[in-house]
């Protein structure tokens, strides 16, 4: 049980944290919003180009994928479903951060169906695995 509480919560840690470090990272690539703090957040998001929010996409998908992946991997049993657990908290936590920040319409439409397919082929991918006893 605590193996898996550990899990989940490692799993959750891993996505959060490439989200944000996201958002540093992609702010460097851009030079519109490059010398914008990230104290003014708000200001970033309302400046920022649409390539920005495309590869944000991308950046979103993977920590949900990543993080389900890490979370399976050390979960004992119940793999997918912890799995999916993962994609669930990262999608209430990112739809509390939409509400709270000017994201554009369209990029809350599309972010927040991604985490839970996405936390799903990371799960399965890890039994996959462990099945064909490419991992432990």
């Known amino acids: 049980?605590?193996?898996?509480?550990?899990s989940l919560s490692t799993g959750?840690?891993?996505g959060i944290v490439e989200m944000f470090f996201s958002i540093k990272?992609?702010?460097k690539w851009?030079?519109?919003i490059q010398f914008i703090p990230l104290k003014k957040f708000k200001y970033i998001l309302t400046e920022?180009?649409?390539?920005?929010?495309?590869v944000l996409i991308f950046f979103y998908a993977s920590s949900a994928l990543l993080g389900s992946m890490?979370?399976?991997?050390?979960?004992?049993?119940?793999?997918k479903a912890y799995a999916i657990?993962?994609?669930f908290i990262l999608f209430i936590i990112t739809l509390f951060y939409m509400l709270f920040y000017p994201f554009p319409l369209w990029f809350k439409i599309i972010i927040l169906p991604i985490f839970l397919p996405f936390s799903y082929i990371g799960g399965n991918f890890i039994e996959f695995l462990q099945r064909k006893k490419w991992i432990n």
């Open 48 to 54: 920022a180009p649409t390539e920005f929010f495309i």
């Open 1 to 6: 049980m605590y193996r898996n509480m550990l």
């Open 25 to 27: 990272i992609l702010k």
């Open 30 to 32: 851009f030079t519109k």
């Open 70 to 79: 890490i979370t399976a991997f050390i979960a004992r049993n119940a793999k």
């Open 85 to 87: 657990l993962t994609g």
């Open 12 to 14: 959750v840690l891993i």
